[in-house]
């Protein structure tokens, strides 16, 4: 079976610090992970994807990920908040049959 | 090249009235899926569907709850003597091929059950 754990519901950051936004995934085979970003009242947007080529992925607006297979994770980082990163980030899995399993999400405020 | 379309964006239904939400893929997409986001809660998977076809219905509610996407036209996602706790955010997304490749999702329906 396939499951996604967003480790953290809010996330604050003040703009120009770093962004560190956690996923551990669970996975009975070799996943493919994505990152989508939900913008308020908008629908979602895919950040990155991983799908066993590269570890470290990078996605849109400077965003990466870098999936680590001994920790299960695929946390997505950014080395510098824009004041328009405030968003809901979600952290997704592959099922078997292709459809997409979404963690929880986390929200990012970003403080001037 | 239009993204994913859904509409209504926004719909009223009172209990027990029906709820009827479209989903227009990318063009070219012949893969669906529709998920509902409750308040506070991450998108759960609802139905899968190929060109006429249900390929995976697990995360649909057994009553009241049914999805087609006919050959021609919009896939819907129709939802019977609506309740309260029906009131969600619904999206639709779309694929060209099915495991593991992009999905492209819709702005989303948001549905209020009063």
């Known amino acids: 079976a396939q499951s996604v754990t967003q480790l953290d519901s809010h996330v604050s950051v003040s703009e120009g610090t770093p962004v560190l936004l956690r996923c551990n995934y669970s996975?009975?085979?070799?996943?493919?992970l994505f990152w989508y970003v939900q913008h308020p009242n908008k629908g979602l947007q895919l950040l990155l994807k991983?799908?066993?080529?590269?570890?470290l992925v990078k996605g849109i607006n400077g965003f990466e990920a870098e999936f680590k297979k001994s920790e299960t994770s695929f946390h997505l980082t950014k080395p510098s908040a824009h004041m328009s990163d405030a968003a809901e980030y979600f952290c997704?899995?592959?099922?078997?049959?292709?459809?997409?399993?979404f963690g929880k999400g986390t929200k990012l405020s970003v403080k001037p | 090249n239009a993204g994913v379309m859904q509409n209504p964006r926004h719909l009223v239904r009172r209990r027990g009235q029906e709820a009827r939400l479209r989903c227009s893929p990318m063009?070219?997409?012949?893969?669906v899926y529709w998920y509902r986001q409750l308040p506070e809660e991450g998108l759960k998977f609802m139905v899968y569907?190929?060109?006429?076809?249900?390929?995976?219905e697990s995360g649909m509610p057994k009553e009241r709850f049914s999805a087609e996407f006919p050959k021609e036209g919009p896939s819907i996602l129709r939802i019977q003597q609506v309740v309260r706790g029906d009131s969600a955010a619904y999206f639709c997304?779309?694929?060209?091929?099915?495991?593991?490749?992009?999905?492209?999702f819709g702005q989303g329906t948001r549905l209020t059950v009063v």
């Open positions: 991983y799908t066993s080529a590269a570890t």
């Open positions: 996975s009975s085979y070799s996943p493919s």
């Open positions: 063009k070219g997409h012949s893969h």
């Open positions: 997304a779309s694929s060209l091929q099915g495991l593991n490749t992009e999905a492209f």
């Open positions: 569907l190929q060109k006429e076809n249900i390929i995976d």
């Open positions: 997704v899995v592959t099922r078997s049959q292709g459809n997409l399993i």
